[in-house]
């Protein structure tokens, strides 16, 4: 068993030391990997070349993004995908607590700042003051 514990405790330091002023798994290299295995799943079922050749094309380019040593330019590069996934994402997280929240709370945006505000369902027309901009409208729950 101590044998075994040092091969792994080795093994862990050779990997280490092998990552040192690399990249390494940031968010869209595992985008890109999912994608991949997306693409790999869905070749099962299609057996198309093209499909498989996708796939190969993400798991490849999620690889090259891990062990680049060109941390800048894949910082940068990872930067602008999470801009670019921030809207969608927080579209899909709103979306999922209207749902969560769908037996007790109404949602609903203020026309003027564009604020999520929640309020209790069942309590007729109430006034909804927002929270951000002071400004109240009439809705009912």
């Given at each position: 068993?101590?044998?075994?514990?040092?091969?792994?405790?080795?093994?862990?330091?050779?990997?280490?030391?092998?990552?040192?002023?690399?990249?390494?798994?940031?968010?869209?290299?595992r985008?890109?990997?999912?994608?991949?295995?997306?693409?790999?799943?869905?070749?099962?079922?299609v057996?198309?070349?093209?499909?498989?050749?996708?796939?190969?094309?993400?798991?490849?380019?999620?690889?090259?993004?891990?062990l680049?040593?060109?941390?800048?330019?894949?910082?940068?590069?990872?930067?602008?995908?999470?801009?670019?996934?921030?809207?969608?994402?927080?579209?899909?997280?709103?979306?999922?607590?209207?749902?969560?929240?769908?037996?007790?709370?109404?949602?609903?945006?203020?026309?003027?700042?564009?604020?999520?505000?929640?309020?209790?369902?069942?309590?007729?027309?109430?006034?909804?003051?927002?929270?951000?901009?002071?400004?109240t409208?009439?809705?009912?729950?």
């Amino acid at each position: 068993m101590d044998k075994m514990r040092q091969f792994s405790f080795k093994m862990q330091n050779s990997i280490a030391r092998f990552m040192y002023g690399r990249c390494g798994f940031d968010s869209l290299a595992r985008a890109c990997y999912g994608l991949a295995i997306l693409f790999l799943v869905i070749n099962i079922f299609v057996h198309n070349s093209i499909v498989s050749l996708i796939s190969m094309a993400f798991l490849g380019y999620s690889l090259f993004r891990i062990l680049s040593r060109n941390i800048t330019k894949r910082y940068a590069e990872n930067q602008k995908f999470l801009a670019a996934m921030r809207k969608p994402k927080s579209a899909l997280n709103y979306m999922g607590m209207k749902w969560r929240d769908r037996k007790t709370s109404r949602y609903y945006t203020c026309s003027k700042c564009h604020q999520h505000i929640r309020v209790p369902k069942g309590k007729g027309k109430i006034e909804i003051t927002c929270p951000k901009c002071k400004d109240t409208f009439i809705k009912r729950t």
